[in-house]
Protein backbone atom coordinates (compact mmCIF):
# COMPACT_ATOMS: atom_id res chain seq x y z
CA UNK A 1 0.00 0.00 0.00
CA UNK A 2 1.59 3.36 -1.02
CA UNK A 3 1.77 5.79 1.89
CA UNK A 4 1.21 10.02 1.47
CA UNK A 5 3.96 12.27 1.66
CA UNK A 6 3.13 14.30 4.01
CA UNK A 7 4.59 18.46 3.72
CA UNK A 8 3.63 21.06 6.53
CA UNK A 9 4.87 24.66 7.21
CA UNK A 10 5.72 25.39 10.71
CA UNK A 11 6.18 28.73 12.52
CA UNK A 12 9.82 28.68 14.36
CA UNK A 13 7.96 29.47 17.86
CA UNK A 14 6.71 25.47 17.33
CA UNK A 15 10.49 24.86 17.38
CA UNK A 16 11.41 26.54 20.77
CA UNK A 17 8.20 25.06 22.63
CA UNK A 18 9.46 21.60 21.50
CA UNK A 19 13.08 22.03 23.07
CA UNK A 20 14.55 22.82 18.77
CA UNK A 21 13.68 19.20 18.04
CA UNK A 22 14.11 19.07 14.20
CA UNK A 23 12.48 15.91 13.64
CA UNK A 24 8.92 16.05 12.33
CA UNK A 25 6.74 14.23 14.67
CA UNK A 26 6.12 16.67 16.85
CA UNK A 27 4.75 18.50 14.22
CA UNK A 28 2.96 16.26 12.26
CA UNK A 29 1.17 14.38 14.80
CA UNK A 30 -1.71 17.49 15.21
CA UNK A 31 -0.52 17.89 19.52
CA UNK A 32 0.67 21.83 18.65
CA UNK A 33 -2.97 22.51 17.21
CA UNK A 34 -4.75 20.59 19.94
CA UNK A 35 -2.29 22.65 22.31
CA UNK A 36 -4.32 26.07 21.15
CA UNK A 37 -7.25 24.77 21.11
CA UNK A 38 -7.04 23.77 24.94
CA UNK A 39 -6.57 26.54 26.15
CA UNK A 40 -9.97 27.41 25.91
CA UNK A 41 -10.12 24.95 28.58
CA UNK A 42 -9.02 25.09 32.13
CA UNK A 43 -5.65 22.49 31.82
CA UNK A 44 -3.21 20.72 34.02
CA UNK A 45 -0.11 19.29 32.90
CA UNK A 46 -0.24 15.23 33.58
CA UNK A 47 2.12 14.82 36.18
CA UNK A 48 0.70 16.94 38.81
CA UNK A 49 -2.41 14.44 38.42
CA UNK A 50 -0.39 11.36 38.74
CA UNK A 51 1.08 9.84 42.46
CA UNK A 52 3.00 6.81 43.43
CA UNK A 53 6.46 5.64 41.95
CA UNK A 54 8.60 7.63 39.99
CA UNK A 55 5.78 10.20 40.32
CA UNK A 56 3.37 8.25 38.84
CA UNK A 57 4.42 7.63 35.21
CA UNK A 58 7.14 5.05 34.34
CA UNK A 59 7.91 2.00 32.95
CA UNK A 60 10.65 -0.10 34.00
CA UNK A 61 14.43 -1.64 32.96
CA UNK A 62 15.33 -4.27 30.96
CA UNK A 63 15.87 -7.42 32.69
CA UNK A 64 16.36 -11.16 31.90
CA UNK A 65 13.34 -12.53 31.60
CA UNK A 66 12.93 -16.38 33.27
CA UNK A 67 9.85 -17.69 32.71
CA UNK A 68 8.25 -21.03 34.31
CA UNK A 69 5.57 -23.33 33.62
CA UNK A 70 4.10 -23.89 36.69
CA UNK A 71 1.69 -21.07 38.29
CA UNK A 72 2.86 -22.34 41.48
CA UNK A 73 6.32 -20.79 40.56
CA UNK A 74 5.14 -17.82 38.37
CA UNK A 75 3.01 -14.82 38.07
CA UNK A 76 1.17 -13.43 34.88
CA UNK A 77 3.32 -11.42 32.68
CA UNK A 78 1.76 -8.95 30.54
CA UNK A 79 4.17 -7.93 27.23
CA UNK A 80 3.18 -5.50 24.57
CA UNK A 81 1.67 -8.47 22.31
CA UNK A 82 -0.52 -9.76 24.65
CA UNK A 83 -1.35 -6.71 26.49
CA UNK A 84 -4.27 -5.74 23.45
CA UNK A 85 -5.68 -9.47 23.83
CA UNK A 86 -9.19 -9.40 25.19
CA UNK A 87 -9.12 -12.96 26.81
CA UNK A 88 -5.77 -12.86 29.12
CA UNK A 89 -6.17 -16.57 30.33
CA UNK A 90 -3.29 -17.43 28.11
CA UNK A 91 -0.30 -14.89 29.90
CA UNK A 92 2.98 -16.59 30.01
CA UNK A 93 4.52 -16.74 33.27
CA UNK A 94 7.54 -14.78 34.60
CA UNK A 95 9.75 -16.26 37.52
CA UNK A 96 7.45 -15.32 40.40
CA UNK A 97 10.95 -15.13 42.69
CA UNK A 98 11.92 -12.58 40.04
CA UNK A 99 8.71 -10.49 39.96
CA UNK A 100 8.59 -10.35 43.97
CA UNK A 101 12.67 -9.02 43.97
CA UNK A 102 13.07 -4.99 44.74
CA UNK A 103 14.21 -4.70 41.29
CA UNK A 104 10.68 -5.73 39.37
CA UNK A 105 7.86 -5.70 42.29
CA UNK A 106 6.77 -2.29 41.36
CA UNK A 107 5.95 -3.74 37.29
CA UNK A 108 2.99 -5.04 39.22
CA UNK A 109 -0.43 -3.67 37.68
CA UNK A 110 -3.28 -2.51 39.74
CA UNK A 111 -6.90 -2.07 38.55
CA UNK A 112 -7.34 1.71 37.56
CA UNK A 113 -4.21 1.66 35.71
CA UNK A 114 -3.65 3.39 32.44
CA UNK A 115 -1.03 0.78 30.35
CA UNK A 116 0.40 2.34 27.78
CA UNK A 117 2.82 0.98 24.91
CA UNK A 118 6.26 2.64 24.87
CA UNK A 119 8.26 0.87 22.55
CA UNK A 120 7.84 -0.62 18.73
CA UNK A 121 4.26 0.36 18.04
CA UNK A 122 3.71 3.31 20.77
CA UNK A 123 0.93 5.00 21.93
CA UNK A 124 -1.41 1.93 22.05
CA UNK A 125 -3.69 2.52 25.31
CA UNK A 126 -5.80 -0.12 27.70
CA UNK A 127 -7.18 0.43 31.48
CA UNK A 128 -6.36 -2.04 34.33
CA UNK A 129 -9.37 -4.02 35.26
CA UNK A 130 -9.65 -5.82 38.32
CA UNK A 131 -8.85 -9.40 36.93
CA UNK A 132 -5.49 -7.60 36.16
CA UNK A 133 -4.26 -7.28 39.38
CA UNK A 134 -1.56 -9.58 40.23
CA UNK A 135 -0.04 -9.23 36.78
CA UNK A 136 3.26 -8.24 35.34
CA UNK A 137 4.19 -6.00 32.75
CA UNK A 138 6.95 -5.74 30.81
CA UNK A 139 9.20 -2.82 30.50
CA UNK A 140 7.98 -1.45 27.03
CA UNK A 141 4.51 -0.71 29.10
CA UNK A 142 4.26 2.63 30.51
CA UNK A 143 2.25 3.04 33.43
CA UNK A 144 0.46 5.82 34.42
CA UNK A 145 -1.47 6.06 38.05
CA UNK A 146 -3.81 8.53 38.66
CA UNK A 147 -4.11 10.69 41.94
CA UNK A 148 -7.57 9.97 43.40
CA UNK A 149 -7.34 13.40 44.60
CA UNK A 150 -6.59 15.20 41.79
CA UNK A 151 -8.40 13.06 38.48
CA UNK A 152 -10.59 10.31 38.27
CA UNK A 153 -8.65 7.19 37.04
CA UNK A 154 -11.61 6.16 34.61
CA UNK A 155 -11.66 9.90 32.90
CA UNK A 156 -7.68 10.30 32.59
CA UNK A 157 -7.72 7.47 30.34
CA UNK A 158 -10.75 8.05 28.70
CA UNK A 159 -9.21 11.47 27.84
CA UNK A 160 -6.23 9.99 26.71
CA UNK A 161 -7.89 7.34 24.12
CA UNK A 162 -9.44 10.59 22.43
CA UNK A 163 -8.11 11.95 19.62
CA UNK A 164 -7.25 14.97 21.39
CA UNK A 165 -5.20 12.61 23.34
CA UNK A 166 -3.27 10.19 21.54
CA UNK A 167 -1.50 12.85 19.47
CA UNK A 168 -0.39 14.42 22.42
CA UNK A 169 1.09 10.32 23.71
CA UNK A 170 3.03 10.06 20.56
CA UNK A 171 3.81 13.06 19.58
CA UNK A 172 6.83 12.32 21.76
CA UNK A 173 8.43 9.66 20.26
CA UNK A 174 11.84 9.20 18.57
CA UNK A 175 13.84 6.80 16.66
CA UNK A 176 13.70 5.63 13.70
CA UNK A 177 13.54 1.65 12.86
CA UNK A 178 12.04 1.09 16.50
CA UNK A 179 10.31 3.62 17.96
CA UNK A 180 9.90 4.64 22.09
CA UNK A 181 8.42 6.89 24.56
CA UNK A 182 9.73 7.48 28.00
CA UNK A 183 8.37 8.92 31.16
CA UNK A 184 9.57 12.35 30.22
CA UNK A 185 7.98 12.68 27.12
CA UNK A 186 5.03 13.37 29.12
CA UNK A 187 6.10 16.08 31.14
CA UNK A 188 4.40 19.15 29.76
CA UNK A 189 0.95 16.92 28.95
CA UNK A 190 -2.21 18.97 29.03
CA UNK A 191 -5.16 17.32 30.26
CA UNK A 192 -8.10 19.50 30.49
CA UNK A 193 -10.52 19.67 33.38
CA UNK A 194 -13.97 19.07 31.75
CA UNK A 195 -15.64 19.95 35.02
CA UNK A 196 -17.14 17.74 37.58
CA UNK A 197 -20.12 16.28 35.95
CA UNK A 198 -18.53 15.36 32.50
CA UNK A 199 -15.42 13.69 34.51
CA UNK A 200 -17.48 11.18 36.85
CA UNK A 201 -19.57 10.80 33.78
CA UNK A 202 -16.51 9.48 31.74
CA UNK A 203 -14.86 7.38 34.98
CA UNK A 204 -18.32 5.69 35.15
CA UNK A 205 -18.46 4.32 32.02
CA UNK A 206 -14.70 3.23 31.60
CA UNK A 207 -15.22 1.69 34.97
CA UNK A 208 -18.08 0.06 33.80
CA UNK A 209 -16.52 -1.28 30.97
CA UNK A 210 -13.57 -2.65 33.11
CA UNK A 211 -15.88 -3.94 35.12
CA UNK A 212 -17.79 -6.09 31.86
CA UNK A 213 -14.44 -7.11 30.60
CA UNK A 214 -13.53 -9.13 34.33
CA UNK A 215 -16.78 -10.59 33.84
CA UNK A 216 -16.09 -11.29 30.32
CA UNK A 217 -13.28 -13.13 31.43
CA UNK A 218 -14.61 -14.80 34.47
CA UNK A 219 -17.53 -16.01 31.97
CA UNK A 220 -14.78 -18.00 29.69
CA UNK A 221 -13.27 -20.15 32.47
CA UNK A 222 -16.28 -21.16 34.42
CA UNK A 223 -18.02 -22.21 30.81
CA UNK A 224 -14.20 -24.41 30.19
CA UNK A 225 -14.34 -25.53 34.02
CA UNK A 226 -17.66 -26.20 33.87
CA UNK A 227 -17.31 -28.35 30.44
CA UNK A 228 -14.44 -30.46 31.91
CA UNK A 229 -15.85 -30.94 35.56
CA UNK A 230 -19.45 -32.35 33.70
CA UNK A 231 -17.35 -35.62 32.59
CA UNK A 232 -15.01 -35.95 34.92
CA UNK A 233 -11.96 -34.07 33.83
CA UNK A 234 -10.03 -31.47 34.87
CA UNK A 235 -8.19 -28.90 32.25
CA UNK A 236 -4.55 -29.52 31.75
CA UNK A 237 -1.88 -26.81 32.45
CA UNK A 238 1.25 -26.12 30.43
CA UNK A 239 2.94 -27.86 33.28
CA UNK A 240 1.25 -30.83 33.11
CA UNK A 241 2.17 -31.45 29.62
CA UNK A 242 5.72 -30.38 29.68
CA UNK A 243 6.02 -32.75 33.14
CA UNK A 244 5.27 -35.64 31.03
CA UNK A 245 8.53 -35.38 29.28
CA UNK A 246 10.10 -35.18 25.37
CA UNK A 247 7.97 -36.98 22.98
CA UNK A 248 11.38 -38.97 22.27
CA UNK A 249 11.56 -42.95 22.15
CA UNK A 250 8.50 -44.06 21.25
CA UNK A 251 6.95 -46.50 19.20
CA UNK A 252 3.60 -46.47 17.00
CA UNK A 253 1.67 -47.94 14.46
CA UNK A 254 1.23 -45.79 11.16
CA UNK A 255 -1.09 -46.03 8.79
CA UNK A 256 -0.73 -44.41 5.43
CA UNK A 257 -2.58 -41.05 6.37
CA UNK A 258 0.16 -39.74 8.28
CA UNK A 259 4.12 -40.81 8.86
CA UNK A 260 4.49 -37.69 11.40
CA UNK A 261 5.77 -38.96 14.78
CA UNK A 262 4.17 -35.93 16.06
CA UNK A 263 0.84 -37.20 15.13
CA UNK A 264 1.32 -40.41 17.25
CA UNK A 265 3.42 -38.66 20.12
CA UNK A 266 2.33 -40.32 23.72
CA UNK A 267 1.21 -37.49 25.61
CA UNK A 268 -1.07 -36.62 22.62
CA UNK A 269 -2.42 -40.09 22.93
CA UNK A 270 -2.17 -39.41 26.96
CA UNK A 271 -4.96 -36.78 26.43
CA UNK A 272 -7.05 -38.82 24.06
CA UNK A 273 -7.50 -41.79 26.33
CA UNK A 274 -8.37 -39.49 29.04
CA UNK A 275 -11.85 -37.98 26.96
CA UNK A 276 -12.38 -41.42 25.59
CA UNK A 277 -12.98 -42.72 29.50
CA UNK A 278 -16.17 -40.55 29.25
CA UNK A 279 -18.38 -39.67 27.00
CA UNK A 280 -17.08 -37.71 24.00
CA UNK A 281 -17.82 -37.47 20.14
CA UNK A 282 -15.27 -37.00 17.13
CA UNK A 283 -14.86 -33.51 16.31
CA UNK A 284 -16.28 -34.20 12.75
CA UNK A 285 -19.15 -35.77 14.51
CA UNK A 286 -19.77 -32.17 15.71
CA UNK A 287 -19.45 -30.12 12.82
CA UNK A 288 -21.60 -29.31 9.68
CA UNK A 289 -20.40 -31.19 7.30
CA UNK A 290 -18.41 -29.52 4.84
CA UNK A 291 -16.96 -27.09 7.17
CA UNK A 292 -13.87 -27.95 9.55
CA UNK A 293 -11.58 -26.33 7.17
CA UNK A 294 -9.88 -23.26 6.04
CA UNK A 295 -10.94 -20.57 4.67
CA UNK A 296 -10.95 -19.62 0.74
CA UNK A 297 -8.28 -17.64 -0.48
CA UNK A 298 -9.21 -14.31 -2.33
CA UNK A 299 -7.87 -11.04 -3.81
CA UNK A 300 -7.71 -8.55 -1.31
CA UNK A 301 -8.60 -4.94 -2.97
CA UNK A 302 -8.04 -1.78 -0.51
CA UNK A 303 -11.52 0.43 -0.47
CA UNK A 304 -13.25 3.12 1.70
CA UNK A 305 -15.07 1.57 5.12
CA UNK A 306 -18.07 2.14 3.90
CA UNK A 307 -17.41 0.07 0.80
CA UNK A 308 -15.34 -2.38 3.08
CA UNK A 309 -15.03 -5.58 5.32
CA UNK A 310 -12.59 -4.95 8.02
CA UNK A 311 -10.47 -8.02 7.19
CA UNK A 312 -8.88 -9.48 10.13
CA UNK A 313 -5.95 -12.16 10.36
CA UNK A 314 -4.53 -14.68 12.93
CA UNK A 315 -2.65 -11.73 15.12
CA UNK A 316 -5.74 -9.33 15.52
CA UNK A 317 -8.30 -11.40 15.76
CA UNK A 318 -7.42 -11.82 19.38
CA UNK A 319 -7.34 -8.66 20.43
CA UNK A 320 -10.23 -6.74 22.23
CA UNK A 321 -10.37 -3.84 19.32
CA UNK A 322 -9.14 -5.64 16.03
CA UNK A 323 -7.42 -3.66 13.38
CA UNK A 324 -7.09 -4.96 9.75
CA UNK A 325 -7.60 -3.42 6.10
CA UNK A 326 -10.59 -2.43 4.79
CA UNK A 327 -11.00 -4.61 1.54
CA UNK A 328 -13.80 -3.57 -1.10
CA UNK A 329 -17.26 -5.66 -0.79
CA UNK A 330 -16.99 -6.37 -4.45
CA UNK A 331 -13.84 -7.99 -4.67
CA UNK A 332 -15.08 -10.73 -2.23
CA UNK A 333 -18.12 -12.99 -1.53
CA UNK A 334 -19.87 -13.81 1.45
CA UNK A 335 -17.74 -16.86 2.18
CA UNK A 336 -15.01 -14.45 3.99
CA UNK A 337 -18.06 -13.72 6.53
CA UNK A 338 -18.71 -16.39 9.12
CA UNK A 339 -22.30 -17.76 10.44
CA UNK A 340 -22.90 -16.60 14.23
CA UNK A 341 -21.02 -19.03 16.68
CA UNK A 342 -18.28 -20.36 14.17
CA UNK A 343 -15.22 -21.07 16.45
CA UNK A 344 -12.05 -19.45 13.99
CA UNK A 345 -8.41 -21.66 15.23
CA UNK A 346 -5.33 -20.14 14.44
CA UNK A 347 -4.28 -22.22 11.38
CA UNK A 348 -0.83 -21.46 10.22
CA UNK A 349 2.14 -20.74 12.68
CA UNK A 350 5.19 -22.58 14.51
CA UNK A 351 5.19 -24.22 17.48
CA UNK A 352 6.51 -21.99 19.94
CA UNK A 353 5.29 -21.88 23.41
CA UNK A 354 3.82 -18.20 23.01
CA UNK A 355 2.67 -18.41 19.55
CA UNK A 356 -1.02 -18.05 18.36
CA UNK A 357 -1.13 -21.57 16.14
CA UNK A 358 -3.70 -23.89 17.54
CA UNK A 359 -4.93 -21.02 19.76
CA UNK A 360 -9.05 -20.63 19.10
CA UNK A 361 -11.56 -17.51 19.14
CA UNK A 362 -16.26 -17.72 19.01
CA UNK A 363 -17.31 -15.20 16.55
CA UNK A 364 -20.58 -13.44 17.62
CA UNK A 365 -22.12 -10.67 18.17
CA UNK A 366 -20.02 -7.22 16.51
CA UNK A 367 -17.63 -9.80 15.59
CA UNK A 368 -19.89 -11.04 12.70
CA UNK A 369 -19.44 -7.89 10.56
CA UNK A 370 -15.80 -8.56 9.79
CA UNK A 371 -14.28 -10.43 7.18
CA UNK A 372 -11.47 -13.09 8.11
CA UNK A 373 -8.64 -14.47 6.33
CA UNK A 374 -7.90 -17.61 4.61
CA UNK A 375 -5.70 -18.57 7.68
CA UNK A 376 -8.49 -19.49 10.18
CA UNK A 377 -10.03 -22.92 10.57
CA UNK A 378 -13.42 -22.70 10.70
CA UNK A 379 -14.88 -25.41 13.05
CA UNK A 380 -19.14 -24.36 13.03
CA UNK A 381 -21.02 -26.42 15.26
CA UNK A 382 -23.90 -28.83 14.48
CA UNK A 383 -26.57 -26.91 16.89
CA UNK A 384 -28.97 -30.14 16.66
CA UNK A 385 -26.01 -32.05 18.29
CA UNK A 386 -23.55 -29.41 20.24
CA UNK A 387 -24.81 -25.71 21.50
CA UNK A 388 -21.28 -23.72 19.90
CA UNK A 389 -20.49 -21.56 22.67
CA UNK A 390 -20.54 -25.12 24.40
CA UNK A 391 -17.86 -26.51 21.75
CA UNK A 392 -15.81 -23.29 22.32
CA UNK A 393 -15.37 -24.16 26.25
CA UNK A 394 -13.62 -26.99 24.94
CA UNK A 395 -11.75 -25.36 22.14
CA UNK A 396 -10.49 -22.59 24.35
CA UNK A 397 -8.92 -25.10 26.69
CA UNK A 398 -5.17 -26.18 26.76
CA UNK A 399 -6.51 -29.54 25.91
CA UNK A 400 -7.65 -28.79 22.83
CA UNK A 401 -4.84 -26.47 22.11
CA UNK A 402 -2.08 -29.52 22.87
CA UNK A 403 -4.24 -31.70 20.62
CA UNK A 404 -5.07 -29.59 17.72
CA UNK A 405 -0.89 -28.91 17.88
CA UNK A 406 -0.13 -32.82 17.68
CA UNK A 407 -2.69 -32.69 14.43
CA UNK A 408 -0.66 -30.28 12.49
CA UNK A 409 1.58 -31.17 9.90
CA UNK A 410 4.84 -29.01 8.25
CA UNK A 411 8.58 -28.22 8.48
CA UNK A 412 8.81 -24.80 10.11
CA UNK A 413 5.54 -23.17 8.87
CA UNK A 414 2.54 -25.73 10.80
CA UNK A 415 -0.81 -26.71 9.01
CA UNK A 416 -3.29 -28.95 10.08
CA UNK A 417 -3.38 -32.63 9.05
CA UNK A 418 -6.48 -33.04 7.62
CA UNK A 419 -6.73 -36.43 7.54
CA UNK A 420 -5.96 -36.36 11.30
CA UNK A 421 -7.95 -33.32 12.71
CA UNK A 422 -11.69 -35.07 12.24
CA UNK A 423 -10.97 -37.90 14.44
CA UNK A 424 -9.93 -35.56 17.65
CA UNK A 425 -12.10 -36.64 20.52
CA UNK A 426 -13.98 -34.15 22.12
CA UNK A 427 -15.80 -34.80 25.37
CA UNK A 428 -19.50 -34.82 24.89
CA UNK A 429 -21.36 -33.04 28.52
CA UNK A 430 -25.21 -33.79 28.89
CA UNK A 431 -27.85 -31.04 27.49
CA UNK A 432 -28.08 -29.26 30.62
CA UNK A 433 -24.38 -28.63 31.08
CA UNK A 434 -24.08 -27.87 27.96
CA UNK A 435 -26.59 -25.28 27.35
CA UNK A 436 -25.34 -23.78 30.65
CA UNK A 437 -21.79 -23.49 29.29
CA UNK A 438 -23.29 -22.16 25.81
CA UNK A 439 -25.11 -19.45 27.91
CA UNK A 440 -21.86 -18.33 29.95
CA UNK A 441 -19.78 -17.53 26.55
CA UNK A 442 -23.15 -16.06 24.86
CA UNK A 443 -23.38 -13.59 28.24
CA UNK A 444 -19.01 -13.11 28.10
CA UNK A 445 -19.59 -11.89 24.20
CA UNK A 446 -22.97 -9.63 25.08
CA UNK A 447 -20.42 -7.92 28.01
CA UNK A 448 -17.39 -7.41 25.93
CA UNK A 449 -19.40 -5.67 22.94
CA UNK A 450 -21.08 -3.81 25.91
CA UNK A 451 -17.87 -3.04 27.16
CA UNK A 452 -16.52 -1.39 24.06
CA UNK A 453 -19.35 0.66 23.79
CA UNK A 454 -19.02 1.67 27.01
CA UNK A 455 -15.26 2.91 26.03
CA UNK A 456 -16.75 4.54 23.33
CA UNK A 457 -19.38 6.63 24.98
CA UNK A 458 -17.18 7.83 27.43
CA UNK A 459 -14.11 9.14 24.77
CA UNK A 460 -16.75 10.76 23.01
CA UNK A 461 -18.30 11.97 25.85
CA UNK A 462 -14.30 13.82 26.32
CA UNK A 463 -14.10 14.82 22.79
CA UNK A 464 -17.72 16.48 22.77
CA UNK A 465 -17.00 18.65 25.77
CA UNK A 466 -13.72 19.76 24.49
CA UNK A 467 -14.98 20.80 21.27
CA UNK A 468 -17.88 22.73 22.58
CA UNK A 469 -15.47 24.34 24.55
CA UNK A 470 -13.09 25.24 21.60
CA UNK A 471 -15.71 27.13 19.94
Request: proline share 4%; with cysteine.
Amino acid sequence: MSRKFQVKAVPSTWLESNGRRLDCGPYMSGAVEIRELLKKHKTDVLPDLTAGHDGGIYNGPQFERNYVDDAQYGVPFLTTTFMMQADLSRLPLLSKKDAHSRKLNYLRVHEGMTLITCSGTVGRTIYARSDMNGVWSNQDILKIVADPNRVLSGYLNAYLCTRFGVPFVVSGKYGSVITHLEPKHFADLLVPRLGKIVEQEAHRLVEQSAALLAKYQANLTEATDLYFDSVGLKDITASDWHSRGSDLGFTAKAGVQSLRALNFNPRFNWLCERIKQGRWKPLSELCIDGTLKSGPRFKRIDAAPEYAYQLIGQKQIFWLRPEGRWIAKKSVGTEVLVPDGTVLVAAQGTLGESELFCRAEFITGATLERAYSQHFLRVIGDQNIIERGALFSFMRSETAFRMLRSASTGSKLQDFHYAVLPSLPIPYPEQAVRKKCHDLVMEAYEARDEAIRFEDEARSLVERTIEEGGR
